[in-house]
C-alpha cells in the first residue's frame, strides 16, 4: 500500500512530525483496570479499528450522544491538537514558499522558531528579496515602513554613457575615466533586510552619534561621500577643505578663490567650486591641483550643479550658464532678477529658483522656460526636484518660512510644510524623509510622504546662528552654520548608537 492511501495521521512517513499521545500511555492506564475491564475495552478498541468507515461514524454518534458535559469537553481538548496539520510536511517547497510569501517581516522570524524545517522555509532567499524589493528606497503599501538604501560603498560616481572627448580636444573641460563594473552583493537578503531595519529604527526612535567638527570660518557649503569617508566644505575664508570623516582631520585645504566660496560639488575624480569672485573652479581635490577656471557671471556664483555631461551655475547675475564638459561650449538661460539655486533634472531640464518668489523649469534641448511655479511669498532660496511616491515633484524652501511640494507637469502646489519661524535655507531628500534648515538655528526631520514632521535634530536659540546647509544620506546628515560649526549626526550600524 502506498503512502497516498493514508489519511495525514496514519502515514508512517509523517510519525516523526505529528505531534500526538503516544499509545504507550494509553495502555498503562488500561493495565491499571480489572482483567474483564480491560478485556472489554480492548475488545471495543479492535471493534472500531476493525469497522469499515460508515461504521466507525455510526459508532462515534453513538457514543457522542451517550456523553455528558464533562466527557465532551475532554474530547473537544483532545482532538483540537490532532486536528493541526503541519502543511510543510505534506506540501512540496515551492508551494510552502508561496504561503510563506503571504507573511510580513516579523511573522518570517516567529516562523523560523517552530522548527528546522520551517527556518529553511522562512530563511529562503526568495522570499527574503521579495521583502527587499518592497521596502528599501520606498514604502511597502501595505505596512507603510520603508527602510534606506544604504549605499554606502558606493563611490559618487557620474554615470557616463555617452561618448567620451578624443585627448587632442582642447574645449573639453575634464574627461570622466570608464564606470567600473559593479560590486556583486553575496549576502543573504535576510542580512541585506536586517541591516537596513537596524537603521531605520534608529531614524525612527532619534538613536545616533553626533559628531562636531569646527572651521574657523562660517561654512556655507558642504558635500560628503561615505565610500571614500571624506567631506568637502566651503568657506567664508575663500577656501574648499577636504576633511577625513573617519579621524576629523583636514586633509588638504584648496586655495585659489578671492572671495568666499558658496557652492561645491564633488565625484570621484574632481570637485567644482563656486564663489562670489564670479568664477568657478575644476580642482583635482586628490592633489589640490586647480584644473581649470570657468569665467562669465558678472556676480558672484551662488549655486551649481553637473551631471557627466554639463554643468550649471546660478549666479546673483540674474542668469544661469549652462557648460559642456565635452565641448566646452556655454549658454545662459536668464532670470528676471537674482538665481539662487540650479539643479540638473532629467539630463535635458533644470529647475532653478529665483529671489522674485519663483521656480523655472527649463528645457535644455529648446533653451526656453517650460513652466513657472508660483506660490511663495519670498525669495525662494532652494529648489531641488525628484520624485515622490512615483510623482515627479519639487521641493522648494523660502524666506516666507515655508516648504512647498510642486508637481513637475502641472505646476501645481500639492502641500505646504509649515514648522520653522524664519527662513529657509537649505533642503535635502529622498523617497523616505527630509530635512530642512533654517535661519532660526533649527533643523528638522519630516515624513516626506505625509508631510509630517518628525523631530527636530537642532533646536535654535536665541545665540546661535542660522545653518547655512545640510546634506542627507540612508544613514548621515550633515549640516554646517555660520560659526563654521560641521555637525555630523550618524544614524549607521557601523558605529555605537546613543540616545539624542
Known sequence: MTAQSFCYRHRPDLK???AETSRDNLYKELSL?????????SKAWSTFSS??????????????????????????????????????????????????????????????????????????????????????????????????????????????????????????????????????????WKQVYSERLVVERNWRKQRHTTRRLQQPEGVLCLQYCDAQNILITGSLDRTATVWDLETGKVLRVLKGHSRCVRTLQFDDTKLVTGSMDHTLKIWNYHTGQCIRTLEGHTDGVVHLHFDSRILASASNDGSVKVWNFQTGQCFTLTHPDKVTHTQIYQHNKLVSSSVDGTIRLWDLDTRTCTHVFRGHMGPVH?????????????????????????????????????????????LAFDKLRLVSASLDGSLKLWDVGSGLPLYSLAEGDEESKSITTVKLSDSKVVSASHRGEIVVYDFGVDRPVDSA
Open 16 to 18: 516523526a512530525v505529528r
Open 33 to 41: 483496570l480489572p482483567t474483564t475491564d480491560q478485556q472489554s475495552i
Open 51 to 188: 469497522a469499515p468507515a460508515a461504521h466507525r461514524r455510526l459508532i462515534l454518534q453513538g457514543l457522542i450522544s451517550t456523553c455528558c458535559t464533562s466527557q465532551l469537553s475532554f474530547l473537544a481538548t483532545a482532538i483540537e491538537p490532532l486536528l493541526r496539520i503541519d502543511f510543510t510536511s505534506i506540501l512540496p517547497p515551492e508551494i510552502c514558499v508561496k504561503i510563506f510569501a503571504y507573511l510580513d517581516a516579523q511573522s518570517l522570524c516567529v516562523a523560523c522558531q517552530v522548527s528546522r524545517q520551517w527556518k529553511a522555509l522562512a530563511d529562503d532567499d526568495i522570499l527574503w528579496h521579495r521583502m527587499c524589493q518592497q521596502h528599501i528606497d520606498k514604502k511597502c503599501h501595505k505596512c507603510g515602513w520603508g527602510l534606506p538604501l544604504l549605499q554606502k560603498r558606493r563611490i559618487i560616481r557620474l554615470d557616463n554613457s555617452r561618448k567620451r572627448p578624443a585627448p587632442e580636444d582642447a574645449n573639453a573641460l575634464v574627461a570622466a575615466p570608464p564606470r567600473p563594473p559593479k560590486r556583486a552583493d553575496r549576502k543573504p
Open 382 to 426: 532652494v529648489a531641488i526636484p525628484g520624485c515622490l511616491q512615483q510623482d515627479p515633484v519639487i521641493m522648494s524652501g523660502s524666506a516666507d518660512g515655508t516648504i512647498k511640494v510642486w508637481h513637475v507637469e502641472t505646476a501645481k502646489c500639492l502641500k505646504t510644510l509649515f514648522g520653522h519661524t524664519h527662513g529657509i535655507t537649505a
